[in-house]
Structures are given as C-alpha cells and as structure tokens.
C-alpha cells in the first residue's frame, strides 16, 4: 500500500517569512495529492490540492509543486501570518475503485510575530 | 468547498454507556463517508469507509462490534460506540467525499470523546 513520509515535524517561522514542508510518497501510481490545514480541535480543512498530471499549483500565498519522477510533493507558503499556524497533513491516492487517502505524520508550524 | 456537519463537538460520557456521533454532508450527497481517529499530536488513522446502504467496511484491528457504523441516507453516517470504556477517548473526524468534484475529501469538525 500507499506510504506518505511528512517533513519538518515541527517548523517556526518569522511573521512574513516563507514556509515549506514536504512529503514523499511510495505508490508511483498515486494520482491525486491534497493538503490540510488543522487547528487545534477541529477537523482538517482543504486548502489545496494538485493531480499528477500538473506540476504546481498555486492559490493565493499557497502553492503546491509535484515532482513525480522523485515522487516528492510540496506546500509552499509565502508571507506567512499567525493565522497560519496550524498542523499541516500532506495525503496521497490512487483516484477510484475503493483506494483510501493516506496521510503523512503532520507538521506543526508557528509563526511567530 | 463543501460543507460537512459532525455532532456533538463534545461528549463526555461515563464507563459502559453508549455514544452517537453524526456525520451529515449539508450540500451534496456522498455514498461513501469516512470515520477516522485522531490521537492528540498524531496523525488521521482510518477506522472504517461506510457505505450508503451497505456494510461499513473495517480497517484491520478495529472492532466493528465495538463501532457500529450506519449509513442510511446518502447525506447521514452515524458512528456508535458502543459500552464506551476511558481507552475509547479520542477525537473522532468524519469525513465524506464530493463525488460530484471527483476526488476531493472534505471533513467535519471532529467530536472530542471523553469516557469517565
């Protein structure tokens, strides 16, 4: 199956600095790669996501670049704010049939002022 | 994105009652919801994919007797679990997919779990 490895755990940033977290992945034939947004209690939140066939994306102060051949994929995250500080969970799938989403171990990120 | 609606946020229960947590998508409908478990500064980990008007199906070392999944409607998956005991405190997350976006997974709010 489908393995995610998910690095920094934990990253602190300066209020307007960049941040970059990422994730490599094992199954060569996942499609599909979202990132979450998780703050403390509450469910994780979309806010981004890239199929493999594109090799970035952006959104606003959010992008996310794939590399297939490595099987690495990134979440980039410019001009941080405090409000960014959150657990950060990178997934990949294989889209269709009864394939699951696997997550990788999280990334704390503060940003501090 | 879409909207999926969990209940209660937060439950506190005592040893050996039982406790409902609903998962409701408010604007599309979903045949399959998700239930995962979340321990505190750990990762999501699948518990069980439910199936509208199916069986859930269970991921290995999860007891379906002790999580009763139901999934009556294609907007409603209740998860049940059952004579609650303290090592079944958890936050609980589900989640459900937009079938009509294709892939993307959208998730509730979580319900904080916590057995006396």
């Known amino acids: 199956g489908e393995n995610v490895e998910q690095h920094p755990s934990t990253l602190s940033v300066q209020e307007g600095d960049s941040a970059v977290i990422k994730c490599t992945y094992s199954d060569s034939a996942s499609n599909y790669f979202p990132w979450y947004k998780q703050e403390l209690g509450k469910g994780p939140q979309l806010i981004i996501d890239i199929r493999s066939n594109v090799g970035e994306k952006k959104d606003q102060r959010i992008a996310v670049t794939l590399n297939k051949t490595a099987k690495h994929f990134s979440l980039h995250i410019t001009e941080t704010q405090p409000e960014d500080s959150a657990v950060y969970f990178c997934a990949a799938i294989l889209t269709g049939g009864g394939n699951k989403l696997t997550f990788g171990t999280g990334t704390q990120l503060k940003v501090e002022l | 994105g879409a909207v999926v609606s969990q209940h209660p946020s937060r439950v506190i229960c005592k040893s050996g009652t039982s406790v409902k947590i609903e998962c409701r998508s408010l604007d599309f409908q979903a045949t399959t919801m998700f239930w995962y478990r979340q321990f505190p500064k750990q990762s999501l980990m699948l518990m069980a994919t439910?199936?509208?008007?199916?069986?859930?199906?269970?991921e290995q070392g999860v007891e379906k007797d002790k999580f009763l999944i139901n999934h009556a409607s294609l907007t409603l998956s209740t998860l049940t679990v059952t004579s609650a005991h303290p090592e079944d405190s958890s936050f609980y997350i589900c989640?459900?997919?937009?079938?009509?976006?294709?892939?993307?997974?959208?998730f509730g709010s979580g319900t904080q779990l916590s057995v006396l």
């Open positions: 439910s199936n509208e008007g199916s069986k859930a199906t269970y």
């Open positions: 989640s459900a997919r937009d079938e009509g976006t294709g892939e993307k997974l959208f």
